[in-house]
């Protein structure tokens, strides 16, 4: 199947090598550390057997009508976009060290690094990172690095994934201070963060739509934050900016972005695709890969892996990080997602999203015992309150109607009350669909 | 290897052929047609559109409490459009199909590119992760709705467990690099909770990855370098003069960079543990041990796998990839949440591990590409696992033997799964050197080995053929080799200006750094 050797095949190359077996060859590996016992089947499946046992599993999978959100969202893929990437070309590329051979995947990082800049607004992109919560991760080093200030401010709203992820890329380190910047009716206090900035501000860190679904006013706290000196991380979900306000108009230092949205599956976490884009000022503070366009000998156009004196594989221990990898071929996925798109597409999906969470909202907040529970504008997702225990809720209307009512917030917000729900309504969701939930709501609370 | 200027009527037959818009111009044909997806753009093209556009008015209903409306409240609109191309659903496929031409592939090419392990990867994998059930599954959904893709994380886990010799293993890394900064994590919340916080070093020998010393930086370690002995490997005694307690982590590479056991690793690993320091195995070289080695029983306390080499998943250009940490019984409460639990027939995800080092990214992990490796691990029973690393073993120790007439190795006793070899005189007396073997190699149609790599050994040529590939294969890029090295002896021109058949020459990276230009 997967290795072509033939007995004849095997005893030719030993003859050729000069050895009598294999076993010889292992004459570097002390006898008793080879072959040890393995809890481990005897026997393996074929490809039909696994075939059959991956569709059982993939089975056993019960997906609901799901109204989930909270940094992972449920898109429509294109099918010129599983077309293109299930291409082998691309699939079983390795990372294109050797240009003159990868000039097809070299132009395609060129064009979605193009494309993140054009979307978030800012001057440079990387050629992506492992997911939204680590390109955070990273960009936050990347401003305590540039200013080297160790005092991080975030806003209370910041989806907890990132902020633990955060955390785990300062080391857990005590040296490093995160300050929680408090919200007031779901958004940044920006009163509060005036009086919180000081001289060893590194930045203020944040995300819009925050994880409450709320339209932070970016423009606003950028220019607090740079007033008091302070570098801005901004995270922005990509579906969002044909709508909304782009981080390089309200002026982030960094911005980083989940680009799952942009046409990647949700397969339960990843692989995703950490968008990782700067002011040109800080683009040698850029970690991972970047790709850019040059010449050959002949003048002709071409590209290439650059600015690789930041990396781990020349700098060693002096690195921008440890990054050895990209998420090329999501980045890939976003990139003819995009282009598919166009500006148009983008805004037309923005008010998809839009058009179907307030559609949602509307009519949840219609059903007796639950209200919207902040007044700010949202973008594809909202936080309703329920007069019961959201997370029993949950669990009934699943068990009963097999609809995913979205995510309880007590667990993680238990300031909100047990009734509060973080709802997600994205392109894919149909008036039905939301007729649907609403019934169950009405039927359930 | 020059190419002839077509004549004008061949070139108007090409242009008709290929279908070329009209903006391209008979002056173009030849040239690859190199144009940027911006640069196609046709202000009014579209390649897809979405209808399904409900809004706050048609709900009939009335909010209590809060705005629901669909209007971008002023100061909050996006102002200038993002410059993305405008093009037609066509126009979007043949650009990508293009470009997916002008790349190297495994599907397409030999790829003997030491310490990256590209074997073939099995189209069954990507079947298995592109069915709906588990690639439309929310990461945040319910457990009792992901039951399957639970059961799948737990059987890896285990299996992975019982082939590494490890007592737990978790899966949240999105790559080697990354497993890497889980585990060294791992240790250092070890040594914080045992009260060490004098242990601030990680010890790796000078033919690691780059990725160790830069791991070891991010996290707050001070890397400390030990030289390879002659043979290769870690000497004993120049351990001994580094170990302190101070040490936290002493990495290896196992097989090393070079291909090579450390056949010594009882003694290093009783050394370091008895330093009070832990010891780390990078797995990039996993693929030599499977089925063959459990590096628990070598006294490896962490390691990582990486899937994308080891367990045939793709590439795809650069990522995505998964990694994977296994650890001993000691370290395993400090593993990342969540951890998947079986309990009654049932899975769960649990997150009330209080000595957690926390998240290194959001949700899981790399799931996707975990379905992958787990659906190749199926098709292995424990003997065709050892199968796996006998035949990679078998495979390079079979170029070795038939290049090093020529190209001399590195060492001379037999590899594991990679060798290193070095440009044989003929070429360097003429000022040759290993780049220009690699970029001719390309000419042939092969991917050129890792270069320059390990930083040991001058010139380094590192090849990993992999278990995959046949012997025609090994043999046709082994007499590829041995006819460069006549070609540079007698045109070595040849070779300084190789490739010749790529869509372009060799590229100016000088500027490229100097003036970058990394967008449209």
């Given at each position: 199947m997967f290795i072509p050797t033939t007995q004849k095949d095997q005893e030719e190359m030993l003859k050729t090598i000069g050895a009598s077996s294999i076993k010889e060859l292992l004459k570097q590996v002390p006898a008793k550390y080879l072959y040890p016992a393995f809890d481990l089947p005897e026997t393996s499946l074929d490809e039909q057997q696994t075939a059959r046992h991956m569709k059982n599993l993939a089975a056993a999978n019960?997906?609901?009508l799901s109204f989930l959100g909270a940094g992972a969202y449920e898109r429509y893929i294109p099918a010129a976009v599983k077309a293109l990437i299930s291409r082998g070309e691309y699939l079983t590329a390795y990372t294109p060290y050797q240009a003159e051979a990868s000039q097809g995947i070299l132009q395609t990082i060129y064009e979605y690094q193009s494309s993140v800049c054009a979307l978030y607004a800012m001057d440079c992109a990387n050629a992506s990172m492992y997911d939204g919560a680590s390109a955070f991760g990273e960009a936050v080093r990347a401003a305590v690095r540039v200013t080297g200030k160790k005092k991080v401010l975030c806003q209370e709203t910041l989806n907890p994934q990132y902020l633990k992820t955060l955390k785990t890329y300062f080391a857990n380190s005590k040296d490093y201070q995160f300050v929680t910047i408090p919200q007031k009716d779901g958004l940044m206090d920006t009163d509060k963060l005036s009086a919180m900035l000081d001289s060893d501000t590194a930045c203020v860190a944040f995300q819009t739509p925050n994880f409450f679904g709320l339209m932070e006013d970016a423009h606003k706290i950028s220019q607090t934050a740079h007033a008091a000196g302070a570098l801005v991380v901004a995270a922005a979900d990509p579906a969002s900016l044909g709508l909304f306000s782009p981080p390089g108009e309200y002026g982030a230092d960094f911005a980083v972005g989940e680009?799952?949205?942009?046409?990647?599956?949700?397969?339960?976490?990843?692989?995703y695709l950490g968008i990782f884009a700067c002011k040109k000022e800080y683009v040698r503070q850029m970690p991972g890969r970047i790709a850019g366009m040059t010449k050959d000998k002949d003048g002709k156009r071409g590209f290439v892996l650059t600015l690789q004196a930041r990396e781990q594989h020349i700098r060693r221990d002096k690195a921008a990080s440890n990054i050895c990898s990209n998420e090329a071929l999501c980045a890939l996925s976003a990139t003819i997602y995009l282009a598919l798109l166009g500006p148009e597409g983008l805004k037309e999906l923005g008010l998809a999203n839009a058009g179907a969470a307030a559609f949602a909202a509307r009519k949840l907040a219609s059903v007796k015992g639950a209200a919207l529970k902040f007044k700010g504008s949202f973008f594809n997702e909202f936080v309703l309150n329920v007069s019961c225990d959201a997370a029993r809720l949950r669990e009934k209307v699943l068990a009963k109607e097999r609809i995913d009512i979205g995510l309880p917030l007590k667990d993680l917000y238990p300031a909100l009350g047990p009734g509060a729900l973080l709802v997600c309504a994205t392109e894919t969701k149909t008036e039905e669909d939301i007729l649907r939930l609403e019934k169950a709501l009405r039927e359930n609370i | 290897m020059t190419t002839n200027t077509p004549t004008e009527t061949a070139k108007d037959a090409v242009k008709n052929a290929a279908g070329l818009p009209s903006s391209v111009t008979t002056a173009d044909i030849g040239k690859p047609d190199n144009r940027l997806s911006i640069e196609k753009s046709d202000p009014g093209r579209r390649g897809i559109a979405f209808k399904n556009l409900l809004s706050a008015k048609q709900s009939g209903g009335s909010a209590s409490g809060g705005k629901a409306t669909d209007e971008v409240p002023a100061g909050f609109a996006r102002k200038t459009a993002p410059k993305l191309p405008e093009l037609s659903e066509l126009d979007v496929v043949r650009h990508y199909t293009r470009l997916s031409k002008m790349a190297f592939s495994v599907d397409a090419n030999f790829y003997p590119l030491g310490s990256c392990t590209m074997k073939y990867n099995p189209r069954i994998n990507e079947e298995a992760a592109a069915l709906e059930g588990f690639s439309g599954l929310h990461p945040l959904a319910h457990d009792k709705s992901s039951q399957g893709t639970l059961e799948m994380l737990y059987d890896l886990e285990k299996r992975l467990c019982a082939l590494c010799g490890m007592a737990a293993f978790t899966l949240q890394p999105a790559a080697g690099a990354h497993s890497e900064f889980t585990g060294l994590l791992i240790a250092k919340a070890y040594f914080e909770k045992l009260g060490d916080s004098a242990r601030t070093e990680i010890i790796c020998p000078?033919?690691?990855?780059?990725t160790n010393p830069a791991t070891a930086a991010m996290l707050g370690f001070t890397p400390v370098n030990i030289k390879s002995g002659p043979d290769g490997r870690v000497d004993p005694a120049d351990l001994k003069v580094h170990l302190s307690d101070k040490t936290a982590v002493l990495m290896l590479t196992i097989p090393n960079t070079l291909g090579i056991f450390e056949s010594r690793i009882e003694e290093i690993a009783d050394m370091a543990h008895k330093a009070g320091a832990l010891v780390y195995m990078d797995g990039a070289n996993f693929n030599a041990l499977i089925g063959l080695v459990k590096p628990g029983d070598l006294g490896v306390d962490i390691m990582h796998i990486n899937t994308h080499k080891t367990f045939s998943t793709p590439h795809g250009g650069g990522g995505p990839g998964a990694g994977g940490i296994g650890v001993k019984n000691r370290l395993?409460?400090?593993?990342?949440?969540p951890r998947v639990l079986k309990s009654g027939g049932a899975y769960t995800t649990d997150?009330?591990?209080?000595?957690s080092i926390g998240?290194?990214?959001?949700?899981?992990?790399?799931v996707g590409v975990l379905t992958r490796a787990y659906a190749y691990l199926l098709m292995h029973s424990k003997k065709e696992l050892a199968g796996i690393a006998e035949n990679a073993i078998l495979n390079a120790n079979y170029m070795k033997s038939r290049l090093q007439a020529v190209y001399p190795a590195h060492s001379k006793e037999y590899c594991m799964h990679e060798c290193v070899l070095t440009p044989p005189d003929e070429l360097t007396a003429k000022g040759l050197k290993t780049l220009d073997v690699a970029k001719r190699l390309l000419d042939y149609g092969f991917h050129a080995p890792t270069i320059y790599f390990p930083l040991i050994v001058h010139e380094a040529i590192m090849i990993e053929p992999t278990e995959t590939e046949s012997k025609e294969t090994m043999d046709s890029f082994v007499e590829t080799m041995l006819a460069i090295k006549n070609e540079g002896a007698s045109t070595p021109q040849l070779l300084k200006d190789a490739p010749h058949t790529m869509p372009v020459k060799r590229l100016d990276e000088v500027q490229a750094a100097r003036q970058p230009n990394l967008r449209w």
């Open positions: 019960t997906p609901a680009g799952q949205a942009l046409g990647l599956p949700l397969s339960y976490g990843g692989p | 000078d033919s690691a990855h780059g395993e409460e400090f593993l990342p949440v997150y009330n591990h209080p000595h998240k290194v990214k959001a949700f899981f992990g790399n």
